[in-house]
């Protein structure tokens, strides 16, 4: 089964500011456990490049 197609985007959480403006990224990332981390460099990972079960290692 796709990572991606487990998720959904919530397109209410998302606001437009500026770059220059300070974000909270880290506060963000910092909060979440490790494991919930790695499930979402996966996901990352699968919208770049692709799903293929037959390669099932990073």
Not at 16 to 33: G, P, Q, R
Request: charged content about 30%; cysteine-free.
């Amino acid at each position: 089964m796709k990572a991606v197609d487990t998720y959904k985007m919530d397109k209410s959480a998302f606001s437009v500011t500026s770059i220059l403006e300070k974000s909270d990224d880290k506060k963000y990332w910092h909060a979440k456990t490790p494991q919930e981390r790695w499930q979402a460099v996966e996901l990352m990972r699968q919208i770049n490049y692709g799903y293929d079960p037959a390669i099932t290692r990073l």
